[in-house]
């Protein structure tokens, strides 16, 4: 098991980055409701990419639930900026 978790924390990172920025970006142009479908992609696109691959497990579902929590943090960070620039104006 640490094998596997060494040789690709560094790609899950990325794609933990990726979506905080995804969410960053989506609370600039679009209301909340934009981020439920994306959410709904990700956790279907990768559950269904592990299932086939054989290498859905209890850590995997751990890094879905953590891809989650970056793509509504970034959300979160990304509403409070804009409503930040919104009361300075």
């Keep these: 098991m640490a094998s596997i978790v060494s040789l690709n924390s560094e790609a899950?990172?990325?794609?933990?980055?990726?979506?905080?920025?995804?969410?960053?970006?989506?609370?600039?142009a679009v209301q909340v409701f934009v981020l439920v479908?994306?959410?709904?992609?990700?956790?279907?696109s990768f559950t269904l990419g592990w299932f086939l691959s054989d290498q859905l497990d209890l850590f995997r579902v751990g890094v879905l639930i953590g891809y989650l929590?970056?793509?509504?943090?970034?959300?979160?960070i990304?509403?409070?900026f804009a409503a930040g620039l919104r009361i300075s104006r």
């Design 69 to 76: 929590f970056a793509l509504n943090v970034g959300y979160l």
């Design 78 to 80: 990304g509403t409070a």
């Design 12 to 28: 899950w990172l990325l794609i933990a980055i990726a979506l905080f920025m995804v969410g960053f970006a989506v609370s600039f």
């Design 37 to 44: 479908p994306i959410a709904v992609v990700v956790v279907a």
